[in-house]
């Protein structure tokens, strides 16, 4: 290792990389560059459609769960507490059926229209009438307004008793007139009364509720019975009225009917109508079966004409008639067979040869006699179309005539049966009302009451509210709904990166790792143990590291975090002593020129390192200092110096990183935080990948996506992100056996115990 550190610090300046040589290296990164940001681009516009994950609500709700149980707890002693000193109040329930019945003095059937036994109107009206003022002052009429029940009633609430007690206002009584005292009785029994209409029944239960349960048996029974009396007053004797109403009435109708029948009897005579319907069934049947006559006419029509349309057409010899006449069958066999003979014939001998002439001559004579048959077919045809159209016309008059007979009889049947259905109509009316008018004078003028109780109320064995275990149910329902909006009220509001999905869901960047939080250890602790959680997880940040590119791990990584204190440079160490144990040359170098510390981790001299080489005063060989890991070599960050990011932007930075490319099989680099600073940007411009390393709830989104894009922006390779502190049980039930357990089995099958949180 010293020999290669000599070498290293021999051939600095042999090895310094030209102006275009630096140019060529950054244009070779640009395709990858170019891919990253097309992945981000098409990462971002995937996940801007969201799914509903029902599991990722129930990890919030566990991660809140003292917010949950906290409003639980609030509200369920609140229910409590106010079920507690909410004074007992009692119920009666009395029960009365109301039927609905009326006088029927012109409720006649035909004439006035049927109502409905469960008409809701009706009902409607008799429960109002049940909670009317009235109804309160009748009963109030029955009551001892001195009765300390009213006092207890007319009471503030315990909670305006507390208002007053904080605000100061003494609870003074006032002298009240008996008038007064009289309105507010009834105010107290309209408030307390309630009345439940029994579902697709007659039946209404009325309640009433008091501190006292004899006063609300009381009350209750007395408005059942005070309703009774009311509808009975309401009731007033109407015969007289009745029989005013229908004398007149039988008048009317009867003059109306007496106009009607002799209206009816004179249409019949002018129209000379018998029997209306035997005349409409024979016209109706006769028009059918002229109608199915005429439908078959015009088929044959059709069908004719079609045949015609044939036999005038080119192919007029492939007519039916024509395929069927043996004549011209034979005519057409006996020119085929000429035909032939000619073209045969055509081969010895001139179309003007005498026997050439007599064949033709033949050929000519059958054409003729064909086409006198074709002539005689198409006069035929021409006969049946002619005599086929004229039946169709006979048969259509027929059905014209007909049909207008058909109309003339509908239109003085309808006439008819209208005065007929008037008389009907009038004939009904008068004999109802007739009917009417004598039960009206037999019956007794007072109907049986209406409303009757079914059952009187009784006094309560027991509160009707406060209702503890309803309360205590609708409280807890209540706390746990409040403490689940809250908790996801404070996870919407917490803009913190938390888990791997997040990062990639918000930066698109893929995450190499996760590495647990300690508790009660430190990292170096924790790292000594090979088979803790802690070191299985930067092995496997490691191995991920080897498959972030096609090239495997990036030659000079840098390891950078948006902001101080994220758990870069515990990475930064880790990952350079993970590859020293795979047997690599690995350099690390303390680039953070402002706040180092890997230095004060390795026990290492700070006065000489990177920041002298940068200035010109050491050469590379002088600032590399040995470790305590085989094949790991360290290059601290030296003194403080006052313009860190011009030294880290100047040539021998570039020129260091190029040849330790060369001598060291690994270049690490642990620079400071990326934002507010230029030294991040400047280094991983010049690196070939960049590690992005986020502690899981404390780097914030914003500020983790404005390091991302600064990076993106000095033209970074970041090959990933690492989240480091992740805490399973902050972030959420059920990620811990994603990411934060790193158990796996040790040398003789026994299982290794986490350090993890």
């Not at 106009?259 to 018998?274: N, T, Y």
């Not at 940040?541 to 902001?563: A, E, H, I």
């Not at 870069?568 to 953070?592: C, E, M, P």
Request: aromatic fraction near 6%; proline fraction near 5%.
């Amino acid at each position: 290792m010293q020999d290669a550190a000599d070498n290293f610090g021999d051939n600095v300046v042999t090895n310094l990389p030209s102006p275009t040589q630096r140019s060529t290296q950054l244009a070779a990164v640009d395709p990858r560059l170019q891919a990253l940001s097309t992945l981000v681009r098409n990462n971002e516009s995937e996940n801007g459609e969201k799914e509903v994950d029902l599991v990722q609500y129930w990890r919030v709700i566990v991660k809140r769960k003292w917010t949950v149980v906290g409003a639980f707890a609030i509200v369920f002693l609140t229910g409590l507490m106010a079920t507690l000193l909410t004074t007992p109040i009692f119920r009666a329930t009395a029960t009365v059926q109301i039927e609905r019945q009326s006088m029927r003095v012109v409720n006649v059937p035909g004439v006035e229209p049927v109502e409905d036994p469960y008409d809701m109107e009706f009902y409607e009206t008799q429960f109002q009438l049940l909670q009317s003022r009235s109804m309160a002052e009748k009963v109030a009429a029955q009551l001892d307004p001195n009765d300390p029940v009213f006092a207890v009633m007319s009471a503030p609430s315990p909670w305006v008793k507390l208002k007053q007690m904080i605000l100061g206002k003494p609870d003074t009584e006032q002298t009240v007139d008996p008038a007064a005292r009289r309105a507010q009785l009834v105010g107290l029994v309209q408030g307390g009364l309630m009345v439940e209409p029994v579902s697709r029944s007659r039946l209404a239960r009325i309640h009433f509720d008091s501190p006292d349960g004899a006063l609300s048996a009381r009350v209750a029974n007395a408005v059942a019975t005070g309703f009774i009396e009311s509808n009975m007053e309401r009731r007033i004797d109407t015969s007289s009225y009745a029989k005013e109403f229908l004398e007149d009435r039988l008048e009317q109708v009867k003059l109306k009917l007496q106009d009607s029948e002799k209206a009816l009897a004179e249409f019949a005579q002018r129209e000379q109508i018998v029997n209306i319907g035997d005349r409409s069934s024979l016209l109706n049947s006769d028009l059918s079966a002229l109608n199915g006559a005429l439908t078959a006419a015009k088929q044959e029509r059709i069908a004719a004409e079609a045949r015609m349309s044939q036999g005038q057409g080119m192919n007029a010899m492939s007519h039916p008639l024509m395929m069927e006449n043996q004549g011209v069958q034979a005519l057409r066999a006996t020119r085929a067979k000429l035909e032939a003979e000619y073209q045969e014939k055509l081969l010895v001998y001139k179309p003007a040869y005498p026997l050439m002439q007599q064949i033709k001559s033949q050929i000519d004579n059958i054409d003729k006699q064909l086409a006198n048959e074709m002539q005689l077919v198409r006069n035929n045809l021409g006969s049946n179309l002619q005599a086929a159209r004229e039946m169709e016309a006979r048969l259509q008059q027929q059905v014209d005539e007909l049909t207008s007979q058909v109309l003339s009889l509908q239109s003085r049947s309808t006439d008819f049966t209208v005065l007929e259905r008037e008389v009907e109509t009038n004939r009904q009316l008068y004999d109802a009302l007739l009917q009417r008018y004598k039960e009206i004078g037999i019956t007794s003028n007072v109907d049986a009451n209406n409303v009757s109780v079914v059952d009187s109320a009784l006094v309560p064995g027991g509160p009707y509210k406060p209702d503890l275990r309803r309360n205590l149910m609708l409280a807890s329902a209540l706390g746990l709904i409040l403490g689940v909006l809250l908790a996801f009220l404070f996870e919407f509001l917490d803009d913190t990166l938390k888990r791997p999905d997040e990062i990639e869901r918000h930066l698109g960047l893929g995450v190499l790792g996760v590495i647990p939080k300690l508790d009660k250890v430190t990292p170096d602790e924790a790292l000594l143990d090979p088979r803790s959680a802690f070191s299985e997880a930067y092995r496997s940040v490691r191995t991920s590291l080897q498959f972030s590119t096609d090239d495997g791990v990036p030659k000079c990584l840098l390891v950078t975090s948006p902001s101080a204190s994220e758990g870069k440079s515990t990475t930064a160490l880790t990952l350079a002593r993970n590859f020293a144990q795979l047997g690599r040359r690995v350099l690390l170098i303390d680039a953070d020129l402002r706040n180092p510390s890997l230095h004060r981790t390795l026990g290492t001299d700070n006065s000489v390192g990177l920041s002298n080489y940068l200035a010109g005063s050491i050469k590379p060989a002088a600032a590399i200092k040995p470790t305590k890991t085989l094949r790991l070599t360290f290059i601290p960050s030296g003194p403080l110096p006052p313009n860190p990011a011009e030294l880290l932007a100047g040539p021998k930075m570039l020129s260091l990183l190029a040849l330790a490319g060369e001598k060291f099989d690994q270049v690490i680099i642990d620079g400071p935080p990326v934002m507010g600073l230029a030294d991040s940007p400047i280094l991983a411009n010049v690196s070939a990948g960049t590690l992005l390393v986020i502690e899981a709830g404390s780097s914030r989104i914003a500020t983790a996506k404005a390091a991302f894009k600064r990076l993106l922006g000095a033209r970074a390779h970041v090959v990933g992100a690492l989240l480091t502190k992740y805490d399973a049980k902050v972030a959420g039930y059920g990620y811990g056996g994603e990411y934060g357990e790193y158990q796996y089995y040790s040398y003789g099958g026994a299982r290794g115990q986490s350090l993890t949180t």
